[in-house]
């Protein structure tokens, strides 16, 4: 029943609340790279000029922000002018951005041949250009000095990857905008990308979670318990089993993104040239749900018009462990397949923000296991957080063991539409479910 309730989610209509994959559609926005300060998330992106683009034309540098993952807010464009390149420029290629120490750096490729460095106050500039020239000259390896990936260590020591086909790390000073060390190259088992086993791609990222570095050149990655590797192949993260009909064309080419967290929860965010009115230098970008297994492996993503920060309440099954935001809780894979929120006590919450589609005294169904000894757990659905109004609440039932689930069901007292809602959980001492799903 899970899968075929998935299914739903990816079968490429678009609802009636408005798509919200790709983002921003039309404006060129592409090679999005994400970094969350504070409660607010920056996107810092490449810009395809112009819809009727023969070639890559890209002027400048993009830089855009959110809240909710659902509206999106231009703030500055970093312009070539305004860095060592001193000039107009049209191959303003892929770009990272990092915060240390109250201080705002951010990574440009000049096309092919280097990268950059700029520093500002805040997230969104002005920004000044503190060495007057590259920071990664051409030939300062055998690869293409191009699409730099900023990561932090479990240290607090911060380093760049880069590179075309190879990809090359090195340590960076406190400073940020100088290199500790001669750039190594990254030893990767296995070569695999779009254009099939033997190569990999560009726009190389780095991210860490848990104990393991992922290496990653658009929706494939790498493992490793050493930031400087050998990585481990693992795959791709995108398959056309998880992926709407829409967002199929080129299906795993050209996704350079990133990984990112906000809220407790985790997402991938990449190119998209597949949807209708983009092309080959005219793209989009999507953002999506990314859960990791028990073992520290990324679970393949769905890509779906409804984006993120919302749910479609005619939409079939929204799993549970795709919240917004959360207290308390865990993500763990499920018995039943996919994954589960776990973890749950007395005072733990779930948000699940615009709620779109939504019938006025909905009925709202639960999937989960609970091997309680006694009865005194409950759901309490409320509107926009635990203190707002109450539209509803489920008394658990025991199920006898934590691989035992049920379906419950409970009638709210809602207004049709759009509403945020908030599950909060109370019960005594100790764990009080695993929740599977919700649906409406």
């Known amino acids: 029943m899970r899968k ?19 983002i921003n559609p039309g404006k060129g926005m592409c090679d999005p790279q994400v970094r969350v300060y504070g409660n607010k998330i920056y996107l810092y992106a490449t810009h395809d000029s112009s819809v009727n683009n023969k070639d890559f034309v890209m002027n400048d540098w993009w830089i855009w ?6 509206h999106w807010k231009y703030e500055s464009t970093l312009k070539p002018e305004d860095t060592y390149l001193k000039h107009p420029y049209n191959s303003c290629w892929a770009t990272d951005a990092i915060s240390r120490d109250g201080k705002y750096f951010m990574y440009f490729s000049a096309g092919q041949t280097d990268v950059g460095v700029v520093t500002s106050n805040t997230p969104i500039g002005p920004w000044k250009d503190p060495i007057g020239k590259p920071l990664l000259p051409q030939d300062i390896t055998p690869t293409l000095e191009r699409d730099p990936g900023i ?21 960076l000073n406190p400073d940020m905008v100088s290199l500790a060390e001669q750039p190594q190259l990254i030893q990767l088992d296995v070569k695999n ?7 990999t791609d560009d726009k ?13 050149w658009g929706c494939y990655y790498a493992m490793s318990t050493n930031i400087y590797g050998p990585y481990t192949y693992k795959g791709s993260i995108i398959t056309k089993e998880r992926t709407a009909p829409i967002f199929q064309n080129h299906l795993t080419h050209d996704r350079h993104g990133s990984f990112f967290e906000y809220n407790h929860q985790w997402y991938f965010i990449c190119n998209d040239k597949s949807y209708p009115g983009t092309h080959e230098f005219f793209r989009n970008s999507v953002v999506n749900y990314l859960h990791y297994k028990d073992n520290g492996e990324i679970e393949p993503v769905y890509i779906d018009t409804v984006g993120v920060g919302r749910y479609d309440a005619a939409g079939g099954v929204i799993e549970a462990e795709n919240y917004f935001n959360t207290t308390n809780t865990q993500v763990k894979e499920c018995t039943e397949g996919g994954f589960e929120v776990v973890g749950i006590r007395n005072g733990s919450a779930l948000y699940y923000t615009n709620v779109f589609n939504l019938n006025a005294n909905a009925t709202i169904s639960f999937r989960y296991s609970s091997p309680l000894k006694s009865t005194d757990g409950v759901i309490e659905i409320h509107e926009n957080n635990p203190k707002g109004k109450l539209l509803g609440k489920v008394k658990l039932s025991n199920t006898k063991s934590w691989q035992d689930y049920i379906t419950t069901k409970t009638t ?17 001492e100790g764990e009080l479910l695993h929740l599977n799903w919700i649906k409406f």
């Open 151 to 171: 990561v932090v260590d479990s240290l607090g020591n911060g380093y760049i990857v880069f590179g075309c086909w190879d990809y090359y790390i090195a340590k």
């Open 193 to 199: 990308g779009p254009y099939g086993l033997g190569k």
């Open 412 to 428: 709210l007292d809602n207004k049709g539409g759009k509403v945020n809602l908030c599950l909060v959980f109370k019960g005594n």
């Open 204 to 216: 190389p990222f780095m991210h860490y979670y848990k104990g393991h570095y992922y290496l990653s």
């Open 4 to 22: 075929c309730f998935a299914l739903l989610l990816i079968i490429g209509f678009i609802s009636n609340g408005k798509a919200q994959n790709p």
């Open 65 to 70: 922000s959110t809240k909710d993952l659902v």
